[in-house]
């Protein structure tokens, strides 16, 4: 199992987590790429009750692939399991995913967005991978990171995580496995994740902004491998006004979180179709 961290506030409550599961994990790697000695502390409270748990510091690449790339290397069981460090997983999962992953080269666990996020918030942004995978691109299914496990040989076969990608790496990775080693990706209902969404009006757009930008990577490397097209130039259109709609009639804190999420998506897009040289708005 590997857990990339920066040293965020929230570690602990992922390695309470996993240290109440009904079969834990055989090996725990948290890689902190983050400032050095970030998450020392929260590592030594954890020790007595995960004595499988290692540590590991390297700061070539503030990102989190790389982080799980590097976790991944120190592997020694047959499957890999990837989480976040800001989520908390339920007690079935490392046995659910482990099992999956006798049957399955690639798996995804079930995510929950009702525990950690306030009820405002999660009515406003819609379904993530409740109820099986991720199919926002209308292409292949896909898994995000902090709910995937692969077998260790198809990782390996695929070079892991790619680096170039700072955000979007897990949609990459899932078509990947797909596509280059004919991986089957199997959904785990009895594995869930409850994911903590950004609740602040600029990580949501720093986020929402990244992350389309870097859909247009997406869109230019596998537009030949049958990704549709975003969309005409209406939609696009329209994709603008819906989140001035939203800031008219805002009332919460949470409405200008979805209003900065929307918002954020469309500049990205703007941004992407620049950096890649591919058209995606």
Partial sequence: ???????????????A????????????????????G????????????LPQLELVEDRTQA???????????????????????DDVVNAEYVAAMGDALDDSELVAAGVDLEELN????????????????????????????????????TFEELGGFDGDYP???????????????????TFVP??????????????????????ASWE?????????RGLPPRGDQLRALLRWGRPLLLLAGARRREDLVIVARQLGGCVGRLQGSVRHRHLHL
């Fill in 17 to 36: 987590a996993l240290a109440a599961q009904t079969r834990p994990p055989a090996q725990l790697v948290v890689v902190n790429n983050g400032p050095p």
């Fill in 190 to 211: 009895g594995a869930r994740v409850s994911y903590r969404l950004r609740s602040g009006v600029r990580p949501a757009f720093r986020q929402a902004r990244i992350w």
């Fill in 118 to 153: 306030p009820p405002e918030l999660t009515r406003r942004w819609g379904s993530m991978q409740a109820e099986g995978p991720m199919t926002y691109h209308d292409f292949l299914p896909w898994s995000i990171s902090a709910a995937l496990g692969v077998r260790r040989e």
């Fill in 63 to 85: 990102l989190p692939g790389f982080a799980r790339n590097v976790g991944a290397d120190r592997a020694r069981y047959p499957g890999i399991l990837f989480l976040d460090d």
């Fill in 167 to 185: 955000i979007c790496e897990d949609t990459d990775f899932s078509w990947r496995a797909q596509l280059d080693a004919d991986a089957r990706l």
């Fill in 216 to 224: 247009a990577a997406l869109h230019r490397r596998y537009r030949s």
């Fill in 38 to 49: 970030a998450v020392d502390a929260v590592v030594e409270r954890w020790r007595a009750r």
């Fill in 1 to 15: 199992m590997v857990v990339p961290t920066v040293g965020g506030p929230w570690l602990g409550d992922q390695l």
